[in-house]
């Protein structure tokens, strides 16, 4: 039986870019060369919610979607990986995924936090805040590729979801891409698959249009 923290699998728009020189330390990393090939692994870090903020959503219990509900979203995202698929839309022959730093963040978020009737909190963050947020990420020992989501907003009313997709350097701790996406509700009854509907949203945009700019961005 397969772990849902930690699975390996083998042979599947730009609003805000950001490209960091490499580090002179061991194998150079960049997104340039990251999406020059679909041969280059990557590790799947899931999704962080702990800078996110739920909008307009009166009737929510904050306690029960910070102990049960964000974790609930990174479990569908693996357990239905077909659905959800990060992989493909990555263009990836080598993935793997670890989950678990996610999931004990999203453990630690404030539940008093993240309640919020403010509109301008769906574009909350600024590109320093994902920064900061990488840096105090713990990779363990992983090194290489990693692909993060952030959830930035969700709100209710609007039914979108605002989240960036980054593509890190796991060793040192570095942004090398960054990228905002807004999706829509699809569909979906209760709050995981309600709001893991919006993060397909996203998926497949990146899919059918903002995997093939990021890659002509390189060329």
Not at 25 to 34: D, E, I, K, P, V
Not at 99 to 104: A, D, F, P, T
Not at 122 to 144: I, P, Y
């Amino acid at each position: 039986m397969h772990n849902l923290k930690r699975l390996v699998f083998l042979p599947n728009c730009i609003i805000v870019f950001v490209l960091f020189s490499a580090s002179t330390r061991g194998q150079a990393l960049s997104a340039a060369s990251f999406f020059k090939s679909d041969t280059i692994p990557a590790l799947y870090l899931g999704i962080d919610f702990s800078k996110a903020k739920l909008i307009n959503d009166e009737n929510s219990k904050a306690g029960i979607i910070q102990e049960k509900q964000f974790n609930g979203i990174n479990d569908l995202m693996i357990k239905e990986s077909k659905k959800y698929d990060f992989r493909g839309a990555y263009r990836r022959k080598y993935w793997e995924v670890d989950i678990s730093e996610v999931e004990k963040r999203n453990q630690n978020v404030d539940p008093s936090e993240l309640l919020s009737f403010n509109d301008s909190d769906l574009h909350l963050m600024k590109k320093t805040d994902v920064d900061s947020l990488v840096s105090g990420f713990n990779f363990g020992d992983h090194k290489g590729y990693g692909i993060l989501l952030i959830v930035e907003g969700m709100d209710k009313q609007k039914r979108l979801m605002t989240v960036w997709y980054t593509l890190i350097d796991m060793e040192h701790k570095k942004v090398l891409f960054s990228n905002l996406l807004q999706g829509g509700v699809i569909g979906g009854f209760g709050f995981r698959n309600y709001w893991a509907s919006a993060i397909n949203s996203t998926i497949i945009y990146v899919d059918n249009k903002c995997y093939h700019e990021w890659k002509d961005k390189f060329r």
